[in-house]
């Protein structure tokens, strides 16, 4: 799609209609619909179970979803196989981490690109995740599963991004970290926004997201709860009292 067909389409870059997911007969999206606007960071919110990451996952291609759409860039991509679509630009960094741990982190980050045959591209955008994550340097011939959790995590990230994306999906990347790197790691995910990557969170830390968020739809036993403007939505007594520890 153009820039100016872009632009026409009101910076529209991801539109869910309708969508329902299933685990055999189970339901575990219902008629989910949601937008990501072309420079957002939109998140998804809810408590365990709420249908956030199946949501991603089937954004993904990993799972087929039995009704509705998902359009991408103008084209629809219900169905389309997982690698054509980091191929279309949607790349994800997936709850727990999912690194290779016997591999170094230079090898995990070259996974990264592994639809790209741009050499000199791959080269800049390796510099920038390492810039980014200035530990991976440090630890760029380290065997990735010796690694700290949240150096675990700033791989994942950095993996996601040797893709090259236009969508940046994210998978409950503050899981299990310490306060400080939690900071560290929403501060990255604005600087990713502010360097031209839309993203698409998934977080149970309902008040980091909702600081960094332009926009946050609320799941609940996989169907839409609330959506709305993030700093809204982070005043509202009923997220606040569900999400936000009162």
Known sequence: MSDVMTEAAGGLMLSIEDMHVYYGNIAAVKGLSLTVNHGEIVTLIGSNGAGKSTTLRTISGLLKPKKGSITFLGRPINGVAGHEIVGRG?????????IFPRMTVEENLDLGAFLRKDKDGIASDKERVLTLFPRLQERIAQKAGTMSGGEQQMLAVGRALIGRPKLLLLDEPSMGLAPVLVDLIFDTIATIREQGTTILLVEQN????????DRAYVL???????SGKASDLAKDPEVVNAYLGG
């Open 206 to 213: 309902a008040l980091a997201a909702l600081r960094i968020a």
């Open 220 to 226: 609940e036993s996989g169907s839409l709860k609330l």
């Open 90 to 98: 949607i790349c994800q960094s997936p709850e727990g981490r999912r």
